[in-house]
């Protein structure tokens, strides 16, 4: 199973920005469509965005799209989640997640087709 350590998560005003990293320590994320999600208290886990191993190939909830940019760095086995103009309802702690894929393009956001999560990094955005 893949292993995923996400870091970048912390405290930031509303309107502020972040950039949250996922490593694969084993240096395997680029056979992997990957995706992030995030869980805020008392709320079901949700989407944010997705990538396939091709990295022009991107997906957004509409919550966050053209604030948030999600991208990889296939070489150094790492995949970002840049997020802008953060909002306080954006509190949350949020999870990288991985698929493995022969398929180049291939992408989802469906939670349950993903089979390895890393540990979760907390971000709290303050009104």
């Known amino acids: 199973q893949v292993q995923l350590v996400e870091s970048g998560g912390g405290l930031v005003q509303a309107g502020g920005s972040l950039r949250l990293s996922c490593a694969t320590p084993?240096?395997?994320?680029?056979?992997?469509?990957m995706g992030w999600f995030r869980q805020a208290p008392g709320k079901e886990r949700e989407f944010v965005a997705a990538?396939?191993?091709?990295?022009?190939?991107?997906y957004y909830a509409d919550s966050v799209k053209g604030r948030f940019t999600i991208s990889r760095d296939n070489a150094n086995y790492t995949v970002y989640l840049q997020m802008n103009s953060l909002k306080p309802e954006e509190t949350a702690v949020y999870y990288c997640?991985?698929?493995?894929?022969?398929?180049?393009?291939?992408?989802?956001?469906?939670?349950?087709?993903?089979?390895?999560w890393g540990q979760g990094t907390q971000v709290t955005v303050s009104s």
């Open positions: 997640a991985a698929r493995y894929s022969g398929r180049y393009y291939y992408l989802t956001h469906i939670e349950d087709e993903y089979n390895g």
């Open positions: 084993g240096r395997t994320s680029s056979s992997y469509a």
């Open positions: 990538i396939s191993r091709s990295p022009t190939n991107t």
